[in-house]
């Protein structure tokens, strides 16, 4: 951004991390996929593109990339914003704050101004401080200003800074966000009195039904290092779910990272990765190559049969998951451990994950990043301060808003109390590693540590990053990929 001498201008920026995901590690965590039907190994319809692209990368060719110059004009200000604990995560005997470096850019002239800096309750919006600070410097002079909330002035949950910087060539609005104790977020359980009882009803059907579970070696996708699976199995409803197994060729029995896809995302193999892992990556029902029988937008897929808890789609969904891990745990065969799964997923992908560990107590780990639809009911009333209607809740809203399908918002929130991860979490017994993102407009910070708290698991660490918005940064997944390896005994 760039501001002209003697011209004032307000922005909104909310400032990012400048760490970037190299592509490879974010391919190991979290890929999409082409879509490849479950037909003999002749017929496998492997997209040319895609084919083009995976050899690119086996063959550890480096895109040119064009280098080009870029100017920027100089401004009237720099400024950098330093939080008293580099996570933005404060306890009871914290001072929580910032420290506020500002230098005067403007060629010829001094500056005077203020920094006005509100503080936001980040559940409803209340505004709980201001404090105003006066502001002058000479040419190319830099202060630094102090801004402190003090210990114990604010309860326990989220808050959004807001920093408006007023000068008199310079304006700006920065956004931060700081948490307080929030390890101590516990929010009410709506657990319906028969969602247990729903769920064994839900696994009994699942278990009448035969897998027949079918793997089918994929040449065209096989390399020297990597064998590649398509792998298909009948889930609840008869469906067809299928996904995608990748499996070392130098040793056998490979520790299994089991991933489940974003909301609306078709997963591809793990082809050009992991070489220490097997990868197992799930389309669940309606997605990519699982999507025979329903195809759904991404604006219908969480509303389809949502009038219906018995034949909504997440149903179906979890159930999928969990047979997909059934699949994994029956075929040792295939070169992999059983003993050594990880479940692993980010949003839609981490709420998926988390109820596989819920049901099934053979999960050895699980890991997962900002789970969609954690504490719904907490995410209506972090929206409704917002201004604007973002996804997912946008489109419960406007479903819920046409008469004509006749479920008021309060019958749809009851209904999804059966499948909010939150009423899961105390089913959750091994080792976890969530990442949360402070500034995520999707699952808000609130909604995720309420989730975390409850979490029965006597191993468990989360991990913040304060900056991004629905993603976490590289380091993260860094220590990921080291903590499944802790988890699992892999050297």
Same mark, same amino acid.
């Given at each position: 951004m760039v501001l002209f001498a003697k011209r004032k201008q307000i922005t909104n920026r909310i400032l990012l991390s400048s760490i970037a995901i190299p592509?490879?590690?974010?391919?190991?965590?979290?890929?999409?996929?082409?879509?490849?039907?479950?037909?003999?190994?002749?017929?496998?319809?492997?997209?040319?593109?895609?084919?083009?692209?995976?050899?690119?990368?086996?063959?550890?060719?480096?895109?040119?990339k064009e280098v080009k110059e870029i100017r920027v004009e100089p401004v009237d200000l720099k400024y950098t914003v330093t939080p008293f604990k580099q996570d933005c995560i404060y306890l009871d005997q914290d001072d929580p704050g910032f420290f506020v470096e500002l230098k005067n850019m403007h060629k010829d002239e001094g500056q005077k101004g203020n920094m006005v800096v509100t503080v936001q309750d980040n559940t409803n919006g209340k505004k709980l401080m201001t404090l105003t600070y006066d502001l002058s410097f000479q040419r190319n002079q830099t202060i630094t200003t102090k801004v402190a909330f003090g210990p114990g002035k604010l309860p326990t949950g989220f808050y959004k800074i807001s920093m408006v910087l007023d000068l008199d060539y310079y304006g700006d609005t920065l956004i931060y966000m700081i948490g307080i104790n929030p390890e101590k977020i516990y929010a009410p359980i709506k657990k319906p009195k028969d969602f247990d009882a729903f769920w064994a009803q839900a696994r009994n059907e699942l278990e009448q039904i035969n897998p027949n579970y079918k793997v089918t070696e994929i040449p065209e996708l096989t390399t020297k290092h990597m064998k590649t699976y398509l792998v298909e199995f009948k889930s609840l409803g008869n469906a067809t779910i299928r996904g995608?197994?990748?499996?070392?060729?130098?040793?056998?029995?490979?520790?299994?990272?089991?991933?489940?896809?974003?909301?609306?995302?078709?997963?591809?193999?793990?082809?050009?990765?992991?070489?220490?892992?097997?990868?197992?990556?799930?389309?669940?029902?309606?997605?990519?190559?699982?999507?025979d029988?329903?195809?759904?937008?991404?604006?219908?897929?969480?509303?389809?049969?949502?009038?219906?808890?018995?034949?909504?789609?997440?149903?179906?969904?979890?159930?999928?998951?969990l047979r997909g891990f059934d699949f994994l745990y029956t075929h040792p065969e295939l070169g992999i451990n059983i003993n050594k799964i990880c479940v692993n997923g980010g949003s839609q992908g981490a709420t998926l994950a988390?109820?596989?560990?819920?049901?099934?107590?053979? @999960?050895?780990?699980?890991?997962? #990043?900002?789970?969609?639809?954690?504490?719904?009911?907490? &995410?209506?009333? /972090?929206?409704?301060?917002?201004g604007k209607q973002t996804f997912p809740l946008k489109d419960f809203i406007n479903y819920t808003s046409d008469s004509r399908n006749r479920l008021a918002l309060d019958d749809l929130l009851n209904m999804w109390d059966y499948f909010d991860v939150q009423n899961f979490s105390q089913k959750i017994k091994c080792p976890l590693l969530m990442g949360v993102a402070l500034r995520d407009k999707f699952v808000p910070p609130q909604s995720i540590f309420s989730v975390y708290?409850? @979490?029965?698991?006597?191993?468990? #660490?989360?991990?913040?990053?304060?900056?991004?918005?629905? &993603?976490?940064? /590289?380091?993260?997944?860094m220590f990921e990929d080291l903590w499944i390896r802790e988890q699992l005994r892999v050297p």
């Open positions: 592509a490879l590690l974010v391919a190991s965590i979290h890929t999409f996929a082409q879509h490849t039907s479950n037909q003999p190994t002749q017929n496998v319809n492997i997209p040319e593109q895609f084919k083009r692209q995976q050899k690119e990368k086996l063959d550890n060719k480096e895109e040119k995608w197994l990748t499996v070392p060729r130098e040793k056998k029995h490979y520790p299994v990272v089991y991933l489940m896809p974003g909301y609306g995302i078709e997963l591809q193999p793990d082809i050009a990765v992991r070489r220490d892992f097997a990868v197992f990556r799930l389309n669940i029902r309606g997605v990519g190559n699982s999507a029988n329903v195809h759904l937008s991404d604006d219908k897929y969480m509303l389809y049969n949502i009038n219906n808890k018995y034949r909504y789609i997440y149903r179906g969904a979890y159930m999928d998951c988390l109820a596989v560990a819920a049901f099934d107590d053979r @999960v050895k780990a699980c890991a997962v #990043e900002f789970p969609l639809f954690s504490n719904l009911r907490s &995410e209506f009333q /972090f929206q409704s301060w917002q708290n409850q @979490v029965a698991s006597k191993i468990k #660490e989360i991990k913040v990053n304060p900056y991004k918005d629905h &993603e976490m940064d /590289f380091a993260y997944f």
